[in-house]
């Protein structure tokens, strides 16, 4: 039990109206978010956590006192089911997921438990809290499926072709799902979600590294940002848009499995130029493979210099979706484009870093109303720093 609601009695549903809601992953980027907008939606949201000895919630603190959290783990099974049998939830939003394909091959068989086996654990908790009726079930799965790409863009009938651990053992969830659909006739969904990003992404991810390299390198505190392969393409939308998505996918008539994604590709090096443009600096590149390096025109720097330790023992070089089937039947659309979404993450990190961003900037938007995401997490950020936050934890 981690905050004050929470009782070992089975949660009533307050009225016909008012579902509950679990999420596991609840302390991750997308966790946060989809928290945020269910509540928004009027849910009661609870969500599973993990021990750590350090605080962890950063990215749920401005919504503590309105979420219930549950301590557990994806690999316990027995905790998990008595999570769910308490809290009989209308809706679980999987999200929990050792979630770093680099990090996968380092530790393929924790990859395996958590975000492969983690889920089978759930779908069998469902079933032995005798919920399957009631409880509408969304996976996390990932484009990271197709991996080494069979055609493009990828779509739901496209083959998979996973090359990490982390895309093995998604490859098993995403199968767990679909065969307790048909098994069990439980709604249970498939959202297969190309790389999506925010202010709130975790730091080791390409984008993030970037946004908040390029604030560092401002405020002199890095002198040269190191990355991988920069030829890597990716299909890159905002994380705010796809929470909406998952939510979409369980209030449909029919269980079903849906890709969402911008269908629009870029590559490292393009997103990363754009990034460095933002906060006035133009990078000339020159060098192939690991020699290559990016270099500010005006001074001569080297702001990118690249670096095997980045590098995967096998690589996903390009993914590319076709969201047609969303927009069909879910009536989603992303409203983000990639220079809103870098502008939002460059706001951010520069905040951070107690700097602002060049007015130039603004003239990257594609659409001149947009408005950062970020402002409420930031104002959220200083009242964290006061502690508000801090004394609501029940442990
Ligand atoms: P994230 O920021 O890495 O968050 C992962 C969440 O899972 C965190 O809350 C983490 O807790 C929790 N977690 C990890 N291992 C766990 C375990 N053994 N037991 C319980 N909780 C555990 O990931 P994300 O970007 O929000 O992604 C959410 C989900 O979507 C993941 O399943 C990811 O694989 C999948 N996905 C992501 C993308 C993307 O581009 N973001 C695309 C497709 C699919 P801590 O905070 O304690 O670490
Ligand atoms: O890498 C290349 C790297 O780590 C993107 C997860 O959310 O999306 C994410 O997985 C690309 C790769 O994301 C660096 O080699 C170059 O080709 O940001 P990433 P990912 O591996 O695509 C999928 C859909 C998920 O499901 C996952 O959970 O960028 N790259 N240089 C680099 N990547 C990193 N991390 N760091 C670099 O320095």
Redesign the pocket.
């Known amino acids: 039990m981690v905050n004050q609601i929470e009782s070992p009695t089975r949660a009533k549903l307050d009225g016909p109206d008012k579902k509950t809601a679990l999420i596991?992953?609840?302390?991750?980027?997308?966790?946060s978010y989809l928290a945020e907008f269910l509540l928004e939606q009027g849910y009661t949201v609870h969500g599973?956590i993990?021990r750590?000895s350090s605080f962890?919630t950063s990215r749920i603190d401005h919504i503590f006192s309105k979420i219930t959290l549950h301590y557990?783990?994806?690999?316990d099974s027995s905790n998990l089911s008595s999570v769910i049998y308490r809290v009989r939830p209308n809706e679980i939003y999987n999200?929990?997921?050792?979630?770093h394909v680099k990090v996968s091959f380092e530790m393929p068989e924790y990859t395996g438990e958590?975000?492969g086996l983690?889920t089978m654990r759930i779908l069998e908790a469902i079933r032995t809290c005798g919920l399957e009726k009631h409880t509408r079930f969304y996976q996390?799965s990932?484009?990271e499926l197709f991996g080494k790409v069979m055609e493009v863009p990828q779509t739901e009938t496209t083959p998979f072709y996973p090359r990490s651990p982390y895309g093995v053992a998604k490859l098993y969830a995403y199968w767990a799902v679909k065969n307790y659909r048909e098994s069990y006739d439980m709604f249970a969904c498939n959202g297969i979600?190309?790389?999506?990003e925010s202010p709130r992404r975790?730091g080791t991810f390409v984008t993030k590294k970037i946004t908040a390299g390029v604030a560092r390198i401002v405020c002199g505190n890095l002198e040269t940002l190191e990355l991988g392969n920069l030829d890597a393409q990716r299909d890159w939308g905002h994380?705010k848009d796809y929470v909406r998505a998952m939510w979409a996918m369980l209030q449909t008539e029919e269980a079903d499995d849906f890709v969402i994604a911008t269908g629009v590709m870029h590559s490292v090096r393009s997103f990363a130029t754009l990034c460095f443009q933002m906060a006035g600096f133009d990078i000339e590149w020159s060098g192939t493979g690991e020699d290559e390096i990016g270099v500010d025109q005006k001074t001569g720097k080297v702001l990118v210099r690249v670096s095997p330790k980045f590098f995967r023992p096998c690589e996903v070089e390009e993914l590319l979706g076709d969201p047609s089937k969303a927009k069909k039947h879910l009536s989603w659309t992303p409203t983000c484009s990639l220079k809103e979404l870098a502008y939002d993450m460059m706001y951010y990190d520069f905040s951070v870093y107690g700097l602002e961003l060049p007015e130039s900037a603004k003239t990257f938007l594609d659409n001149p109303a947009f408005q950062v995401t970020c402002a409420q997490e930031l104002a959220a950020r200083e009242r964290t720093k006061t502690g508000v936050a801090i004394n609501v934890r029940g442990v």
């Open positions: 596991t992953g609840i302390t991750g980027q997308d966790g599973i993990r750590s962890n557990g783990d994806m690999i999200l929990a997921a050792q979630s958590s975000t983690g996390a990932s484009s979600l190309f790389n999506h975790g994380a």
